[in-house]
């Protein structure tokens, strides 16, 4: 992830604003097939992985970024925070990200953001939404899988949206136990 430092005439400095050029090595039709793979691989049940998140030091520095690697493999989005949903039992929105919007003023601080849209024309994902909607529409995502894949104690942000979503789901589903189970 490469930021272009501009300092202004008041000499704050601030990253570029404009759109970073997809690498070489994020082909679109790789990360299709890559996903195709996963997806199949999941069979009936649903993954939910998340961006790394910013990780600051000393109160308001913050370290350099990297992407947590599950996430880059599948998606290709190096914009931290986002949260990436596998849907197999969903045949028309089986690839669904939650990003952070466009904003041109917090992008003069915190550098260009692909928001919704470009994480549906230039990710690949049928659907994007906020990240500010994962708790509101989640539940309705994970509705009718058979499990969920999502690696636990490593996200706490995201992590009980996820066990409370799949909570919610066991206590619908029928008295048998085999949601449960499976």
Same mark, same amino acid.
């Given at each position: 992830?490469?930021?272009l430092?501009?300092v202004?005439?008041s000499?704050?400095?601030?990253?570029?604003?404009?759109?970073?050029?997809?690498?070489?090595?994020?082909?679109a039709?790789?990360?299709a097939?890559?996903?195709? !793979?996963?997806?199949? /691989?999941?069979?009936?049940?649903?993954?939910?992985?998340?961006?790394?998140? &910013?990780?600051?030091?000393?109160?308001?520095?913050?370290?350099?970024?990297? /992407?947590?690697?599950? =996430?880059?493999? &599948?998606t290709g =989005?190096?914009?931290?925070?986002a949260?990436?949903?596998?849907?197999?039992?969903?045949?028309d929105?089986r690839f669904?990200?939650?990003?952070?919007?466009?904003?041109?003023?917090?992008?003069?601080?915190?550098?260009?953001?692909?928001?919704?849209?470009?994480?549906?024309?230039?990710?690949?994902?049928?659907?994007?939404?906020?990240?500010s909607?994962?708790?509101? !529409?989640?539940?309705?995502?994970?509705?009718?899988?058979?499990?969920?894949?999502?690696?636990?104690?490593?996200?706490?942000?995201?992590?009980?949206?996820?066990?409370?979503?799949?909570?919610?789901?066991?206590?619908?589903?029928?008295?048998?136990?085999?949601?449960? &189970?499976?």
């Amino acid at each position: 992830h490469h930021e272009l430092a501009i300092v202004s005439s008041s000499r704050c400095p601030r990253r570029s604003t404009m759109p970073p050029t997809l690498s070489p090595a994020v082909d679109a039709a790789v990360l299709a097939d890559r996903r195709d !793979r996963f997806l199949h /691989q999941l069979g009936g049940a649903a993954a939910v992985i998340p961006a790394a998140p &910013l990780v600051t030091h000393h109160a308001d520095v913050e370290h350099a970024f990297r /992407q947590n690697s599950d =996430f880059w493999y &599948l998606t290709g =989005f190096d914009e931290p925070g986002a949260v990436a949903l596998f849907l197999p039992h969903r045949p028309d929105t089986r690839f669904v990200l939650f990003v952070q919007p466009r904003d041109p003023e917090a992008e003069v601080w915190n550098g260009f953001r692909w928001g919704c849209e470009g994480a549906v024309e230039q990710f690949g994902a049928d659907l994007a939404h906020p990240r500010s909607e994962l708790a509101q !529409r989640l539940p309705e995502y994970l509705s009718g899988a058979e499990g969920i894949a999502f690696r636990v104690g490593q996200h706490p942000a995201v992590e009980p949206l996820v066990l409370q979503a799949w909570a919610g789901q066991l206590d619908r589903a029928p008295g048998s136990g085999a949601a449960a &189970l499976g």
